[in-house]
């Protein structure tokens, strides 16, 4: 399911409000359902939710428990826009200027990949941790790739950029729309108060 | 017709829409620089149909597949690089589900390494140019993986190889590129064996010489396979793309030393010296000219040297090699056997991991995974 970027930033500004307006245990509910499918990180978010809770009441700091829940919250939100983002739309409101930033995102894996490996080699060569050896083998890979996507670039996008912003929603992007409702309105309707909380 | 010159070199490559032409050369002979150039930015001229193909940089005419799948991608899946490239010019999406079947969709980094050089061929086809220049698009792959690719090359494709067992019968016509110039070969040349040694292409048998074994030098179980290795033995793991054969290695990381597939990862040091640290070992690989050299600036051949040389000097028994041919031409192949046979004389012990034919008869012993 692809959002596109007006869509998943009206549900970011709707669910952080919605957090604001009681104690933000229903803008929280609402974010992390787009991140369902994450089950690991559901997970460890529901009971870091909780441990929080505990540990905060023992030490007579529970005034500081419903930032831990928007901290939580922002989190979720940034999980979702990275899983839901239709990269295009980014294209299509900010034309050729985005285009470095559409692509940066897609290489982000492949980075992360150099680097685990280049740290896994100096681990298994014995070699001593030095930040300078260590950028090495990372720096001349990235001039390699950024060679290799500029001649890329070059035979793949010839031509000229015809800007295709369509502003209005598809079916996936009514459901960012729908959640944002749902979290203002629950926010506002039931709003949740907990003793000393707010 | 498509015609690629330099000033530089004598002959020039033709190249029609209906057919597929080879271009053999060595690692370092200017194949890679001769494609990269349709960039406008090289050495080497293209012409279509008698004009000057730089003058109106219309890719549309020509395209190119470079070596590395995962640096020439625009989008994680070949449906959003497609929707990109759309924005520009017009772009056939039913051409790229069909060569693509169900992996339209799929997240690049998830794709075997047949299906990530199917995706980036593919995303340069579904703009239809006439004519399509391919840099080693077989390297590195196993059986499966090559019969995936071959089934996409289009007719009007140029493919530049030294891997010349894979391209021989798929092409019409073939082109040797050396320093001095470019030649048209007869098809009956890419089977000669002693034109391939000599000329640096693939596609030949290595001679090997055996040699006793000495004691055992490793002798481990990793999971339901035992893995043992005997001075001056070399045991080949065996197997497709995915089948688990680096995932091995790095379980015997540690014991082993182990030299990876990408050279420029594990090279730290601002000089070959510094990577191997040894004057004997430098003279026994060969290395004494190459001492103050940045080794990220050698030829993958020498690179292979310089990490072997390093494994040497570390004084590990047992040394990995995961895919060493992987980019290898038929000097380098040639070179690699040469530095087993001098690990074997000094009693080391070799696990190679690798599903080149050209290589399988340097084995002693095998582990078909």
């Not at chain 2, 197997?239 to 015997?252: C, E, M, V």
Request: with cysteine; proline share 4%; charged share 25%.
């Amino acid at each position: 399911m692809k959002w596109k970027v007006p869509y998943i930033l009206v549900y970011s500004v709707m669910v952080i409000y919605s957090s604001f307006i009681s104690f933000p245990l229903w803008s929280l509910l609402v974010s992390l359902i787009p991140i369902m499918q994450r089950r690991g990180i559901v997970g460890g978010e529901v009971l870091a939710v909780f441990l929080s809770f505990f540990m905060l009441s023992r030490t007579e700091h529970l005034y500081i428990y419903p930032y831990v829940v928007r901290a939580f919250t922002f989190l979720n939100l940034f999980f979702a826009s990275s899983e839901h983002l239709d990269i295009i739309s980014l294209l299509d409101i900010g034309g050729e200027k985005a285009l470095p930033l559409v692509v940066t995102m897609v290489y982000f894996p492949l980075f992360y990949q150099i680097a685990a490996q280049v740290f896994f080699y100096r681990r298994a060569r014995r070699k001593p941790f030095s930040p300078l050896k260590l950028s090495r083998p990372i720096l001349v890979e990235v001039v390699k790739v950024a060679e290799n996507l500029y001649r890329a670039y070059t035979v793949k996008l010839y031509g000229n950029l015809k800007k295709d912003a369509k502003l209005t929603p598809s079916r996936d992007d009514l459901v960012p729309l729908a959640l944002g409702v749902v979290a203002l309105c629950l926010s506002y309707l039931l709003p949740i108060s907990v003793a000393g909380l707010s | 017709m498509l015609v690629i010159s330099s000033s530089n070199l004598r002959g020039r490559i033709e190249l029609n829409p209906g057919e597929r032409v080879a271009l053999l050369g060595r690692n370092g002979s200017g194949k890679s620089t001769l494609i990269n150039s349709v960039t406008c930015e090289g050495p080497f001229d293209f012409h279509v149909d008698g004009r000057e193909f730089c003058d109106t940089r219309d890719y549309s005419l020509i395209s190119a597949v470079f070596q590395e799948p995962s640096s020439q991608i625009l989008a994680r899946t070949l449906e959003d690089e497609l929707k990109i490239m759309a924005r520009f010019h017009e772009v056939d999406f039913e051409l790229a589900r069909k060569l693509m079947g169900p992996y339209l969709k799929t997240d690049f980094f998830r794709l075997s390494d047949g299906y990530r050089k199917r995706y980036v061929i593919t995303s340069v086809l579904a703009s239809k140019p006439r004519y399509v220049l391919l840099d080693e698009p077989f390297s590195n792959l196993d059986e499966n993986a090559i019969r995936l690719v071959k089934e996409v090359i289009p007719q009007g494709s140029l493919i530049a190889e030294h891997r010349t067992r894979e391209v021989r019968d798929m092409v019409d016509r073939a082109y040797l590129l050396t320093r001095d110039g470019i030649l048209e070969l007869s098809k009956e040349t890419l089977w000669d064996e002693s034109f391939l040694r000599n000329h640096g292409l693939r596609g030949f048998k290595l001679k090997v010489e055996r040699v006793e074994h000495g004691n055992t030098l490793l002798d481990v179980g990793v999971g339901s396979l035992r893995v043992k290795v005997r001075e001056g033995e070399v045991l080949c793991l065996t197997g497709p793309n995915g089948s688990g054969k680096t995932s091995l290695l790095k379980k015997l990381s540690g014991k082993v030393y182990v030299i990876f597939q990408n050279p420029d990862l594990q090279l730290f040091e601002d000089t070959v010296w510094g990577e191997v640290k040894r004057d004997d070992v430098m003279e026994l690989f060969n290395l004494k000219e190459l001492r103050d050299r940045s080794p990220f600036a050698l030829s993958m051949g020498e690179k292979m040297r310089v990490l072997i040389a390093s494994a040497f000097s570390s004084g590990f028994r047992v040394i990995g090699l995961d895919e060493p041919t992987a980019a290898m031409d038929g000097y380098g192949i040639q070179s690699l056997a040469e530095m087993i046979s001098i690990l074997k004389e000094e009693k080391r012990g070799i696990i190679m991991a690798t599903h080149d034919d050209d290589v399988l008869t340097l084995c002693d012993s095998r582990i078909d995974l």
